[in-house]
């Protein structure tokens, strides 16, 4: 089942693609072993593993890159005793060796940074004697020293020596054979059988005693080796066997001390073999522009910008760019595609099935990191032609054979990707077989994206018994150029278009017609309305929008000249009261002066009587003062509630009516400058609306206007609006130009750094802005936690995701609005 799954989704062309990039056998081994699982610990832990990679791979770090030899074959031929390891394997397993005590080396210096990678080398070690001891024998191109050992040495030398006897010997003979004619002027020594010679013509070949090893092509040339030589090239022959001999006997030597190690040298192989494997698909992530989505331990898929590896890559070839796709199996477990053909409905399919397939093997998909991807038991396909001419079965046969086995093995934890759902048969009973299908699929809990054409399909969301578990998908199609857009739009069933398509490409009008004619206008105005349901549902979104922000710039208007309108009231009384104050002050400070006018006067005999008179008016006067000052506040708070006869607003005159409140009259709000309408009364308390807002109030905070003065108002009202308008936009001006893209809550505690983020996303919705930053650092995640959480449930937030890796990653979370 899983060869058919890679072979339709095109995962094994992803499987060639990584084993290209593997350095050795040992990771073209384990790509070849890399398997679907539905263990969400293994899935997780593999995509851990390369996800730190491809971290090591963007930072640009440079991990060892080199010798990924696969020795483990020739290891376990080592085990037999008296089998030696030869040149060429000792000079891989050296440089093999040294890779892996760098990776190592490397991972254990960056163990908090790749934890998972530090987890494969933990226990590991290279057996530094080994490795000294293999150093010590070969050179840097694999050849071995000559003092590799005190032998090898001394027969080197002796050979040494030999060679240049005989070079000595041999270039007397070939002077003498030149000066005397024999051989050209221009010869030169040559090797024939492995062995030194002197070309001489074949005439005068009896000139020189020795042995003949060859002839030129034409005859006229023989090679001569000089008898004088002859005996010394023997012993030449004989060091190198000496040689051979003694390199065997080392090599043998180096066997027999890394034969009681190879099980840690195996393990050590693994671990370099892994590598090879991770490094691989790390860099095959970046390639096609992978990441971690968040993994999720339950079957769904909830995947924003997915996009299909192997169809981008083909479209960059001809300078074209990939439509992402946007795709949701959560609460709807079932996506019924819909639209034109070529419109892209079988690469959707594709792009679930390879994208899911991809990650339960390990493998980072290319979509947006802050995409839910979740884990199925299975994924069951059935996509393109099923005709088997063995088993004497048609494609619809071969297709019903496919579902068969499907409803057997159904349940919450399949996913199933269907391609022209139906077809194959006739219409009518094609679609019926699938709806049926379809619902015992939905019966069993599973989960599954279908293609079709039928319109019976495309209705089946609306039924009861499914309880919005299926969802119609549509792909969209540009009418005025007639050509489709690849987008997915989830929500509705899409037309096929066939007529339009028929029309653009040429298809004589005649036959259109007649097309038409006999499809009937049931099935014309069923594609009609789904076109114009899709438009009015556009159009209510974007209203909805625009009235959420009106409501919100509203609600924050209001809030300010309230607060404007209680700061100036609570003015107003401290005014007041000082003024109080001050006067008492004064009177205080003149009864002091008539007091000493009074002892002037005693001391001048004045009347007693007309003393004290004067005395009791003071008195009298500040008693009365001090009664003003201790009502002054109540006084002043009692002159707000009496009704006032009229109020000046926008330089209209506001007359108020002290008649009751009845429904439909106009009111003042407490305010002062706004007006609202009074929906009904309920006893002490009055509902009213202005503008999109309704409200229920006390009675005493609103005042019935007059109706003509009212009008005379509204007849005046567009400019001061405009003067309002403008005066909200510069308040909005001014918060935009301090507004904070990024916003810092390190230190804070949970609940705190929750209002903070709370508030920036309202102001950023209120001013307009789509996106903005959240540092809150990495330290043990809880904050990072408690926050992603915040905004995964937030209704105002697209999505979010962590920073570019240069900008810091995953301490800080970038959020972007709808």
Not at 499 to 522: D, M, N, Y
Not at 547 to 566: G, S
Not at 750 to 756: F, G, K, Y
């Amino acid at each position: 089942m899983n060869e058919r799954i890679e072979q339709k989704t095109g995962f094994k062309q992803v499987r060639n693609d990584i084993k290209a990039l593997c350095l050795g056998a040992g990771g073209r081994f384990w790509v070849d072993e890399m398997a679907f699982s539905d263990d969400f610990s293994k899935v997780e832990y593999n995509l851990n593993l390369t996800f730190e990679f491809r971290n090591i791979i963007l930072s640009n770090q440079n991990f060892p890159s080199d010798s990924y030899y696969d020795m483990r074959e020739e290891l376990h031929r080592l085990r037999l005793a008296g089998t030696f390891i030869d040149r060429a394997h000792l000079f891989d397993l050296k440089r093999s060796l040294h890779t892996i005590n760098d990776c190592i080396a490397f991972l254990d210096d960056r163990k908090d940074d790749f934890p998972q990678l530090y987890g494969l080398s933990v226990g590991l070690e290279v057996d530094k004697n080994l490795l000294k001891r293999c150093d010590m024998l070969l050179d840097a191109d694999g050849e071995f020293y000559d003092n590799a050992s005190e032998e090898l040495q001394r027969i080197r030398i002796a050979r040494k020596h030999k060679k240049a006897e005989i070079e000595r010997h041999i270039r007397k003979i070939l002077s003498l054979s030149k000066s005397e004619g024999w051989t050209n002027d221009d010869a030169e020594i040559t090797i024939r059988n492995g062995r030194p010679v002197i070309p001489v013509s074949s005439a005068n070949k009896r000139r020189i005693k020795g042995f003949v090893h060859d002839y030129s092509a034409s005859g006229n040339t023989s090679y001569i080796e000089p008898s004088e030589v002859v005996e010394l090239n023997n012993e030449v022959r004989e060091l190198d066997f000496e040689e051979q001999r003694e390199i065997i006997r080392i090599l043998t030597e180096v066997s027999d001390m890394l034969r009681p190690d190879i099980d840690v040298l195996l393990s050590d192989y693994i671990f370099l073999s892994q590598m090879d494997f991770i490094r691989a698909k790390a860099l095959y992530a970046v390639k096609i522009k992978a990441g971690l989505p968040i993994l999720v331990n339950k079957p769904q898929i909830d995947w924003y910008d997915a996009r299909h590896p192997l169809l981008e890559a083909s479209l960059a070839l001809h300078h074209k760019k990939i439509v992402p796709l946007r795709i949701e199996l959560t609460k709807h477990r079932i996506l019924v595609i819909s639209g034109p053909n070529a419109g892209g409905k079988s690469v959707c399919l594709k792009t679930t099935g390879l994208l899911q397939y991809m990650l339960q093997c390990g493998l980072l998909v290319p979509m947006r990191e802050t995409s839910e991807a979740g884990i199925f038991g299975a994924i069951f396909i059935d996509i393109g032609d099923e005709q088997s001419l063995e088993d004497d079965l048609s494609t619809y046969s071969s297709h019903l054979l496919n579902m068969k086995r499907l409803c057997e093995q159904a349940n919450g934890r399949t996913l199933f990707l269907i391609d022209e759902f139906g077809s194959g048969t006739d219409p009518e009973v094609g679609g019926a077989i699938a709806e049926a299908i379809l619902e015992d699929l939905n019966a069993s809990k599973a989960f599954g994206v279908v293609t079709t054409h039928y319109s019976k399909l495309k209705l089946i969301s609306d039924k009861a018994a499914n309880h919005g578990t299926i969802v119609n998908g549509a792909m969209l199609f540009d009418k005025d150029n007639m050509k489709p857009l690849y987008v997915l739009s989830i929500g509705k069933p899409g037309s096929s278009f066939a007529f339009e398509i028929a029309k653009s490409i040429g298809l004589p009008k005649r036959i259109i017609e007649s097309a038409v004619e006999k499809t009937g206008s049931g099935i014309m105005d069923f594609e009609q309305q789904l076109q114009q349901i899709e438009v009015e549902k556009q159009e209510l979104k974007r209203k909805e929008e625009q009235f959420e922000v009106a409501d919100n710039l509203l609600a924050e208007t209001i809030a300010k000249y309230e607060k404007m309108f209680a700061d100036v009231s609570n003015r107003k009384s401290e005014i007041i009261n000082k003024a109080k104050h001050e006067a008492k002050q004064i009177l205080e400070g003149a009864n002091q002066r008539i007091e000493k006018t009074i002892a002037d006067i005693r001391t001048a005999n004045a009347q007693k009587e007309l003393t004290n008179a004067a005395r009791e008016k003071i008195k009298q006067d500040i008693v009365k003062i001090d009664a003003d000052l201790s009502s002054g506040k109540s006084k002043n708070n009692s002159a707000q509630s009496h009704t006032e006869p009229q109020k000046q607003i926008h330089n209209v005159t506001i007359r108020f009516d002290s008649s009751p409140i009845v429904e439909g009259d106009n009111v003042l709000l407490s305010d002062g400058v706004t007006f609202a309408q009074v929906l009904r009364l309920k006893r002490d308390k009055v509902e009213v609306i202005f503008g999109n807002i309704a409200m229920s109030l006390p009675l005493s905070d609103v005042k019935k206007v007059d109706k003509k003065s009212y009008q005379r108002y509204k007849s005046k009202k567009t400019t001061s609006e405009k003067r309002s308008f403008n005066s909200i936009m510069d308040d909005i001006n001014k918060k935009r130009a301090v507004f904070k893209y990024q916003i810092d809550v390190r230190g804070e505690k949970a609940d705190q750094a929750l209002e903070i983020v709370s508030k920036q996303v309202d102001e950023a919705r209120l001013l307009g802005e789509r996106q903005f930053a959240v540092l809150h650092g990495k330290g043990d995640g809880i904050l990072k936690s408690v926050i992603r959480e915040f905004l995964k449930n937030n209704s105002a937030v697209e999505a979010f995701r962590p920073a570019a890796l240069e900008s810091g990653g995953e301490g800080i979370t970038v959020v972007k609005l709808y």
